[in-house]
């Protein structure tokens, strides 16, 4: 059964870092298309914080650019989000997502989600 594994949240000051890791397992995988970084704050919709493709293209929504960086390493199926300078709006669970190509077929999953919080 494949899954994803984040890790890496926490509580941290404003202006701190975190770094999130978020590692597929589970089953025999492929390949994986697609890996990306979403948060829920309180009150608000899920959206999407950066994205990078099997190529290692990326995007970023506007209010993170310049200071959240995300990458991957195909050989572990993990993908990372460096979060730099942080500010309390950045509080929220964040949830890796992936689109992986395994032995049962071609789906999308989810993390169990980990909670950041940035407050002093």
């Known amino acids: 059964q494949v899954q994803l594994v984040e890790s890496g949240g926490g509580l941290v000051q404003p202006g701190g870092s975190l770094r999130l890791s978020c590692a597929a397992s589970?089953?025999?995988?492929?390949?994986?298309?697609?890996m990306g970084w979403y948060r829920q704050a309180p009150g608000k919709q899920r959206e999407l914080v950066a994205f990078i493709s099997e190529a290692g293209g990326t995007k970023y929504v506007a209010s993170v650019k310049g200071r959240f960086t995300i990458s991957r390493d195909n050989a572990k199926n993990t993908v990372y989000l460096q979060m730099n300078n942080l500010t309390p709006e950045d509080t929220a669970v964040y949830y890796c997502?992936?689109?992986?190509?395994?032995?049962?077929?071609?789906?999308?999953?989810w993390g169990q989600g980990t909670q950041v919080t940035v407050s002093s």
């Open positions: 589970g089953g025999t995988i492929f390949s994986i298309y697609g």
């Open positions: 997502n992936a689109d992986i190509v395994h032995f049962g077929g071609r789906h999308d999953y």
